[in-house]
């Protein structure tokens, strides 16, 4: 439990920001001259920032000691992620002139809205190192006020612990709804997913509920991966809603590959040979346990998932008769070979 | 000349015999063809100005004098939570049974009766739009099913796409195949699709739905005994005309358990299509809740190379494997076609699942005092738009009774009618 406290002071110390300018270098040459073409690709990007001191904590133990068997990739610090993500996010400002970027922090206890470019009118807007400290100003607030909520009388444990990917999703779609209400001439909305601590299972069926309505409402979910493993809750989200998975293989060259891949507007991607799926992990969550899992029961009247048999539905109350339906038994089996 | 094309079909259906007699909504008046395109179908010119363009009814006088249309935001939203609590209401006592596997052909016609222009443009136009809808609305309603494709002409049935559980090659396939000819022929409908029917797996429903253009069937045999066959092989047989009843169908739906109707026009066309989508409550009494094992296949990378099971085939990229033996196949739902398992994909069951866990509708918060709630948020949880309307005052909103978050009523709307979960309530960690 030590590990929780050090988090909210990890990145409040070194933190310098690239100049934004470089970025330009990295983008291919056609899409340069598609931004000065079309006025109307102006987008408005949600960015889901994975703030799990869990996780964090115990990368950066692993930057000292790299021999640390349990997180062999996650060589990076918070602050250091954060070198890479706020130059990110301003280049996106830069790119086009009405851009729009809104942070939005996923927590392990509660979700929150940090920073929204198109709030700040007047004085600093605009200004790079502005925004740069007033994004670590709300985001070490953000921490602190997470870490309280989980000191409550049901103390979070376990290292392993996932942050709350379904909370930060509805809220970006909130958002979305309200873009697509205010104007006619509205930004083209996307929401990019920077996630870094595991998949929670018992957060499935919310994270498909939004899923579904991103993709209802055309809105893609760009997601890159920086923990360990593959989040199936992303590669779902990006191939359903036509968004971009990227686990990128070098987290120190982070910038690179944010801006090289999820910079891009909707319409320049047509253009852009941008990364495809390596795959997408379909397994769900089963209803008793919230376990991951691939195979399993599935009851007939509400398509409820459970790992193994049950004679009661927990979910619609039928009652099973029968021995569980393996509906390909032999008899069928043998008939369709025999067809062949 | 259009008024003598009525007069035509009149004389058709008066041969028909009395059943034929049906009421036509739109008989007699196809001289007005312009306005008909519009909503208000069957009302006089005259009646419909003043019902329509109540225009002074949508203003009101604001605090200074000055006229501004109504605010209908609120209007909406109330409207909004009435059918809410119905749904929810309703949602209670129903039960519906998604876990069904039904097996539906489905028949259009395109003999020479469906070039017939009383439906707009054509009756063939009309079939296919409809058509179009009611696939994906049966696959959202029956995510484990299969449908397939048949079309009626020349006197001869055709298969134009194999039964599959993927809307979009179906809708694909049927909106490159349309042209009519020839005359309808009911009994090799049936008899094709009796064939194709009595392979499928003993656990299936079988369904045949016909979408009838026709007012005669031109067929080789006996009807009659293609009828008793349907019946042995449990094939429950449905029509829908387009045109007049007509005693064959009647008596093919009445033998196999379906159901038969004949549209007036186009809504109510599709208004009787789409009431197939569901299961019919028939079939889904007569099946018992069982547990059936299924296995979520992971999608193949793009540009792996590999040999699919279904096709015996090298395919570049997509395909999905199955969890058990590991083989390749091409397209989901369908079974392992190496050790049986029925292989679904788990995004397709988890779209019903907002039935199974809806949000609970939230709390109306009308007037807090300005005063007291200062230390409340001001404002919405979810979209950060602000609560507070111009004067002093909170604007309407509404609360969650789980998480008390606070939220605007456009986002109220969203998260009932399509996020399906409460961004509060999402962003606190469960207690378990
Ligand atoms: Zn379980
Ligand atoms: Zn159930
Ligand atoms: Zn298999
Ligand atoms: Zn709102
Ligand atoms: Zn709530």
Redesign the interface.
Known sequence: MNSVSTPSKLYSGNFTYISSSPFLYFLPPLMGLLILWQSDDVSLIVVLLDVNPFFWASSAASVGDSTSPHHPTAILSFSKLLNHVIPFLNSLLLLNQLNQVVLVATG??????IY?SGDSEGESAGSVPAVCSEILRRLEEFVDKDRL??KGP?K?VAAGVSS?L???L??A???I??VF?SKARHPQPRILCLQSSPDGP?????V??????AQ??MVPIDSCVMGVQHSAFLQ?AS??TGGVYLKPQHLDGLFQYLSAVFATDLQSRSFLQLP?????????SCFCHKKT??????????????CK??KK?S??G?????A??????TP??KR?TS?V | MSSSVALQRRFDLAAMGDEATRIRKRGGDEEDDEEEEDDERGMEAWERAYADERSWENLQEDESGLLRPIDTKTLVHAQYRRRLLQKSAASAASRIQKGLIRYLYLVIDLSRAASETDYRPSRMVAVAKCAEVFIREFFDQNPLSHVGLVTIKDGISHRLTEIGGSPESQIKALMGKLECSGDASLQNALELIHGYLSQIPSYGHREVLILYSALNTCDPGDIMETIKKCKKAKIRCSVIGLSAEIFICKHVCEETGGSYTVALDESHFKELLLEHAPPPPAIAEYAAANLIKMGFPQRGAEGVIAICSCHKDVKIGGGYTCPRCKARVCELPTECRICGLTLVSSPHLARSYHHLFPVTPFNEVSSVPFKLSQKLAQTCFGCQQSLVSIGTKFAPHVSCLKCNQRFCLDCDIYIHESLHNCPGCESQRATA
Do not use: W
């Open positions: 392990v206890n509660s979700c929150s809205y929204d909520l989980g049901d979070v709350l379904s909370g930060s509805s809220l779609l909130c958002y709804q309200r209400r018992e957060q499935y069926v919310a498909m509920n939004s899923i579904f309505s209802r409402s779902q191939y359903i495809k799926p390596a795959g997408v992990d379909f397994r769900a899992i691939d195979m399993g029961y599935v009851c007939s009247v509400c398509l409820s998932i459970f048999h049950h539905c979910t619609c039928s009652e099973f008769s029968q569980p339906s393996d509906p390909n038994a069928d089996r369709k067809e």
